[in-house]
């Protein structure tokens, strides 16, 4: 059993399932937002409709970037403060896992390719990252103590949240570059066409 201080700690976490989900909700809602932007991207012949959803979509983007650091500092302090109390070994693991993909998605210089193989590889070089949740699933169903069993559920249900933030931030990322890309090919059309026009005066 728990005890007063541990249920303190505990019952934050409970608080902290609320927040995380909902915080999730706002990374998943802005991936739906970039997506229609993009595609306005796409359909104008305006560059400066181009430039001005660009720009619109790099704002999406730090917001994402905020909720995933806000999360992924959370599940690190989760991770050193349970560290001694949880010997659940894939809670460790996923949890693990999630922090190395959001420290690898904040490297600068990814190029689209690297996101788009990240994105179909998933959380790990190594796991599959379902069959890791399940395995985490086993261990809580398998814990004898049902207050500790209810509390894993809880820090798992965290990091289910975060690494579905995470993964928002590497799709908006990739359509932020997207953008950029078709962006700076509108404004070298741009300079092709005035320099045309130029010629034939």
Do not use: C, P
Not at 6 to 29: M, W
Not at 175 to 181: E, F, G, K, L, T
């Amino acid at each position: 059993m728990i005890d007063k201080e541990e249920s303190s700690t505990y019952l934050s976490i409970r608080d902290a399932v609320n927040i995380a989900k909902k915080l999730e909700q706002v990374a998943l809602g802005i991936v739906s937002t970039i997506v229609t932007k993009l595609d306005k991207i796409y359909d104008t012949h305006s560059l400066n409709d181009v430039k001005y959803e660009a720009d619109r979509i790099k704002e999406k983007v730090e917001i994402v970037v905020a909720i995933t650091s806000r999360l992924n500092k959370y599940l690190l302090f989760l991770r050193d403060k349970l560290a001694q109390e949880i010997d659940y070994l894939f809670i460790i693991q996923i949890t693990d896992n999630i922090l190395d993909l959001f420290y690898w998605i904040k490297m600068n210089f990814h190029t689209m390719d690297d996101i788009e193989r990240r994105i179909r590889q998933g959380l790990s070089h190594t796991y599959n990252e379902f069959e890791l949740i399940e395995e985490v699933e086993e261990e809580i169903r398998e814990t004898e103590d049902l207050e500790k069993a209810k509390i894993l559920s809880e820090i798992l249900e965290i990091l289910k949240s975060t690494l579905s933030a995470d993964k928002a931030l590497m799709q908006v990322i990739h359509m932020s570059i997207r953008a950029s890309v078709e962006l700076a090919m509108r404004k070298i059309d741009s300079v092709i066409q005035n320099n045309i026009k130029v010629k034939k005066y």
